[in-house]
Nanobody, 115 residues
């Protein structure tokens, strides 16, 4: 499975961005997809995750502001980010968990929230 992330950029506080991660290869093996982020000097953390069945999970810090969705065949995962805050600034990485017990990562896309 190969993952390609896009959509990062510079946005003012309160603004919105939409991240896209497209998957290719053996996408039929993917069980869940998600987004992680890593700010400078901090550990990588889960932002949001969605399963093939459509169940979602969010970090408390983004609940009510971010929405994760997916393509019907797990060929893509999206992250709509609204009401962005400076503390959302980070490199965002897409992730896929697949059978059998494999984890795949895309390259990071940088999100900068600043006035």
């Amino acid at each position: 499975v190969q993952l390609q992330a896009s959509g990062g950029g510079l946005v003012q506080p309160g603004g919105s961005l939409r991240l896209t991660c497209t998957a290719s290869g053996s996408i039929f093996t993917i069980n869940e997809m998600g987004w992680y982020r890593q700010a400078p000097g901090k550990e990588r953390e889960l932002v949001a995750m969605i399963t093939r069945r459509g169940s979602t999970d969010y970090a408390d810090s983004v609940k009510g502001r971010f929405t994760i969705s997916r393509g019907s065949d797990m060929d893509a995962v999206y992250l709509q980010m609204n009401s962005l805050k400076p503390e959302d600034t980070a490199a965002y990485y897409c992730n896929a968990g697949a059978t059998p017990l494999r984890v795949y990562w895309g390259q990071g896309t940088l999100v900068t929230v600043s006035s």
